[in-house]
């Protein structure tokens, strides 16, 4: 059994006991979360149940670990014969959450 997620504009596929890592959400470490913007459930049968966007009544239910912080991405801007150089950069924020259940 599987579930497809929304979570901060990404799409994430899920399933029983699978740690994943989604947008950053403010819950402490230990916390239970449950997200509830389900598009897709995959049950053990094969039938799949799909949402118009999301599936009514699915949810899953997910334990908070901690937070990490993904790569640093670097922007460069450069117009040629100008001299304007610009660096800019970020570095995201995940929450890492393990997947307890799939209630649909």
């Given amino acids: 059994m599987f579930a497809i997620i929304k979570s901060g504009g990404r799409q994430v596929k899920v399933g029983p006991g699978s740690v994943v890592e989604i947008d950053r ?6 916390e239970e979360v449950t997200l509830d913007q389900v598009l897709l459930v995959s ?3 094969g039938e799949v149940v799909t949402g118009t966007p999301v599936v009514a009544g699915a949810r899953v239910v997910a334990t908070v670990e901690g937070e990490t912080r993904g790569p640093k991405i670097r922007v460069f801007k450069k117009k040629r014969r100008k001299g304007f150089r610009k660096t800019h950069g970020h570095r995201s924020t995940f929450t890492k ?3 307890k259940d799939i209630l649909l």
Wanted: with cysteine.
């Fill in 25 to 30: 959400i403010e819950c402490a470490p230990g």
């Fill in 43 to 45: 049950r053990d049968g």
């Fill in 97 to 99: 959450v393990q997947v």
